[in-house]
């Protein structure tokens, strides 16, 4: 049930943690702000990767999955990240342009959009984060590469991460979105706060209809 941190930089090569590529994996506590950033590695909020990557994790939701149907979402003790997340997913390359970016998103509607670098998942920005980047750097903004931009630092959870956990790590770090990728390092699908809302609006009208 893994949460990782991937600090600002650059869209070079993969920005995915360590714990995806068999590399050390630092612990921090879960809402204590960790030390200064290192911009050579990436940091994790548990250890428990390699444990959640094991076989019986899918045993464990489906047992899962058998004793908490009853239960309001928005209630269950553990709901996995994959239960709300949306697998709807747009990338543009990092050699793409902020223009380019920002249309996609436009001709999608969407507000979030992942950043690769040779096929690996290099970043992850939100229309807000790129809407104040233009506003800061004006001159020849549109025009500007995202490989030259040092894009903003984004969480990533793996499908059986506690949904509440992730909430409060979104809070914590103070961003809206976080990316969930599956074993193999691959995007597999991204949880917003809309997504959120969703649920404990769900939650609030069964109530209100009991």
Request: glycine content about 4%.
């Amino acid at each position: 049930m893994s949460i990782f941190v991937s600090e600002p930089g650059r869209p070079i090569g993969t920005r995915l943690p360590e714990a995806f590529r068999a590399r050390r994996v630092n612990d921090v506590t879960e809402l204590t702000e960790g030390h200064a950033i290192n911009p050579s590695h990436s940091e994790a909020t548990d250890a428990e990767f390699q444990q959640a990557a094991n076989s019986g994790r899918h045993r464990a939701l489906e047992e899962y999955g058998a004793t908490a149907a009853a239960e309001p979402r928005a209630e269950r003790a553990y709901l996995p990240v994959s239960m709300i997340c949306s697998p709807s997913l747009y990338s543009v390359p990092a050699k793409s342009t902020i223009s380019n970016a920002m249309a996609l998103m436009e001709e999608h509607g969407v507000h979030h959009l992942v950043i690769t670098a040779e096929d690996n998942i290099a970043g992850l920005v939100d229309l807000r984060w790129l809407l104040d980047w233009l506003h800061r750097n004006r001159a020849n903004a549109f025009d500007q590469n995202l490989v030259h931009v040092e894009l903003p630092a984004f969480l990533t959870a793996s499908p059986e991460t506690d949904a509440h956990q992730l909430a409060r790590l979104m809070l914590a770090h103070q961003l809206n979105a976080a990316l969930v990728v599956d074993q193999n390092g691959k995007a597999s699908g991204i949880v917003t706060s809309t997504d959120y809302l969703r649920l404990y609006a769900s939650a609030s009208r069964h109530e209100g209809a009991v």
